[in-house]
């Protein structure tokens, strides 16, 4: 008998991980989002209230230090899940820093062509304005530039006193 349960536990395994992963996300997307977004507002709300009243992107685990202070129940996987929620929902946008988690801001300021400014001190993600322009004089020649991203990095005014 162990070894017929044996058996179909190893028979019933393969049924779990065939299942291309990509395939298991696709099909619980909505679901979540729907979570997220329709069921936990008071979540939604403040992880956007925080995310506009800090004026910078923002790390899932910045955004969860922050988030604790008004929700103190709130768990990392809650703010993960907002948050693909939100960007799903065209709410937030993600910051893409090489070598670091993407940070989040509004989608309203990620409309606005902007440059970031990341703090080797603190680790944090600022907006910096306007763009310096004439990038297509740097490319070779027969080349086309399609987009660009610019992220300067240093200390900020904090850290480099």
Do not use: W
Request: with cysteine.
């Amino acid at each position: 008998m162990g070894m017929r349960l044996h058996i179909l536990c190893l028979m019933a395994r393969p049924r779990k991980t065939i299942t291309p992963r990509s395939h298991v996300a696709k099909a619980a997307a909505p679901e979540s989002a729907h979570a997220a977004l329709g069921r936990s507002t008071r979540q939604r709300s403040a992880l956007l209230a925080i995310i506009a009243r800090e004026a910078r992107p923002l790390s899932p685990y910045e955004l969860h230090d922050l988030a604790v202070r008004e929700l103190p129940s709130i768990g990392q996987s809650t703010v993960y899940r907002t948050l693909r929620a939100l960007e799903e929902a065209h709410e937030v946008r993600a910051v893409e820093i090489p070598g670091q988690p993407p940070r989040y801001e509004l989608a309203e300021i990620a409309a606005h062509h902007h440059h970031h400014f990341h703090c080797r001190g603190c680790d944090r993600v600022y907006d910096l304005e306007g763009c310096p322009g004439g990038l297509r004089n740097l490319l070779p020649r027969g080349f086309t530039l399609e987009e660009h991203t610019i992220v300067l990095s240093g200390k900020c005014g904090d850290c480099a006193r």
